[in-house]
């Protein structure tokens, strides 16, 4: 019952959907706090996050149709997918000039994916630990009312040990992946780019 439980933890907190719901709130969050804000003005927001979650799911279940894949790769496809997707994110959000927030989210998420890709061949470090605390410990320093994504993201710890999808090393290994890249953002990003909690 337990591992049951645990599987269906990691189905709704899936990365492809966490990573989803954390951009979408934070780009809602963003655009509620500037001061010139108009609804006309969420659509393009929106619109571009939806087109690089369309890219980023399209790499992660088209690739395998295309070419066989070893063991490891839906982790590879699903990062590769989250990379693209979030680094449409990023330059979307730098050509429209529409605040640093979403812009440093998927940033960390890009760089964060760099490591994993490399890892993940040799050590099959959870990509749903990563893809989970990464974007809700951003979301956490930007302001602390989405302390429940980040204990939602904490959970996902010892929920895929539990499910039997990974070892505990490999979630914890995880979880020290996206803290090292949260502790880095936080502590060397320009003053003026970086998440300050409120």
């Keep these: 019952m337990l591992a049951a439980a645990a599987r269906t933890y990691s189905a709704v907190f899936a990365p492809e959907l966490f990573v989803l719901l954390c951009a979408l709130l934070l780009v809602g969050y963003e655009w509620r706090g500037d001061p010139d ?28 149709l295309l070419v066989d894949l070893p063991a490891w790769g839906s982790d590879l496809t699903g990062s590769v997918g989250l990379g693209v ?46 893809y989970a605390l990464a974007p809700a410990g951003y979301l956490f320093a930007v302001d ?5 994504l980040f204990a939602a993201g904490l959970g996902m710890i010892a929920v895929r040990p539990l499910a039997g999808a990974h070892t505990w090393g490999e979630s ?16 060397f990003s320009p ?3 970086r998440p300050a909690a409120a």
């Design 37 to 64: 804000r108009s609804p006309s003005d969420l659509a393009p927001r929106v619109g571009v996050v939806g087109i690089g979650w369309a890219l980023a799911f399209a790499v992660y279940e088209g690739v395998p």
């Design 85 to 130: 997707g979030l680094g449409i994110i990023w330059l979307g959000w730098r050509l429209g000039g529409w605040g640093a927030l979403v812009e440093g989210f998927a940033a960390l998420l890009v760089a964060v994916t760099v490591p994993h890709l490399l890892i993940t061949p040799f050590w099959a470090v959870s990509s749903h630990v990563l």
């Design 172 to 187: 914890v290994g995880a979880a020290f992946l996206a803290g090292a890249f949260l502790v880095a953002l936080l502590r």
């Design 144 to 148: 602390r009312r989405f302390a429940p």
């Design 191 to 193: 003053p003026a780019t």
